[in-house]
């Protein structure tokens, strides 16, 4: 697919680049594109746009690298479409009963060549796992971030699906990370920020052992480890 620099379809307030394409594809090829597109643009202010009308009569499918989908001026039928082709590429949920170790082992061994962290933020490996809870239950694990996933035995796997698990049922009970931009019904911040224990924590001790936790790129994100407690082996 060939992108081009384009007029986002969103208000001039939300600061962002866009990049479109014509799309002429079939609902599930349209999704394949824009996760593939996603994973190709890395920076938090991006737009993948498909420009699924016509000029005089614009629509558009917006694609974001982190995981939204906004729809304008696309008939209903196209948008139930893409909608349902997406949510068929996306993994199981953490939370739920069925969610096992063994279960997390099948479906992190589908990215068995990359770094256990990529393989996380994979949404079509397991759902709604974002750099944060990546970060801070990698640390709970006592895993590094850049290993491979071959790598990892099943008391690794063990101890990871247990601290996802932990971290995010923690956030939930705090309502949540992202304390600058979102509020719940009666108007209050989510607190998980304060719980963390590695992630925007380098310069500060860890909590576990007290070394000096690290800020390092893994997987194109910042990331947040312990050095002594997530040893590269």
């Known amino acids: 697919v060939s992108w ?7 208000p001039r307030s939300v600061p962002i680049r866009a990049y ?3 799309s002429t594809l079939a609902p599930k090829d349209l999704a394949s594109v824009l996760e593939k597109a996603a994973r190709s643009v890395r920076t938090t202010k991006t ?11 614009p629509s558009w499918i917006v694609g974001y690298d982190f995981g939204a989908i906004v729809f304008a001026g696309v008939e209903d039928a196209t948008r139930d479409a893409v909608l349902e082709a997406v949510i068929k590429r ?3 949920e953490p939370l739920e009963a069925d969610f096992t170790w063994q279960v997390m082992k099948e479906r992190l061994v589908r990215r068995k060549n990359t770094n256990i962290k990529a393989a996380l933020l994979d949404q079509s490996v397991i759902a709604g796992v974002g750099n944060i809870y990546a970060d801070e239950s990698l640390w709970g694990a006592r895993i590094h971030p850049t290993i491979l996933v071959r790598n990892l035995d099943d008391t690794n796997i063990k101890e990871l699906h247990r601290a996802l ?12 990370s992202s304390n600058h931009t979102y509020v719940n019904a009666e108007g209050k911040k989510g607190s ?4 963390a224990n590695v992630f925007r924590r380098e310069g500060l001790a860890c909590p576990r052992c ?3 936790i690290e800020k390092t790129r893994v997987a194109g994100r910042g990331t947040h480890i312990c050095p002594d407690c997530q040893k590269l082996v």
């Open 4 to 10: 081009t620099r384009c007029a986002s379809p969103m």
């Open 20 to 22: 479109s394409f014509a």
């Open 47 to 57: 737009q993948v746009v498909a420009e699924c009308g016509t000029e005089a009569a």
């Open 90 to 92: 996306v993994g199981p």
């Open 165 to 176: 698990v932990d971290v995010l049922k923690l956030s939930i009970e705090k309502g949540g």
């Open 192 to 195: 998980y920020m304060s719980f």
């Open 210 to 212: 007290g070394a000096i």
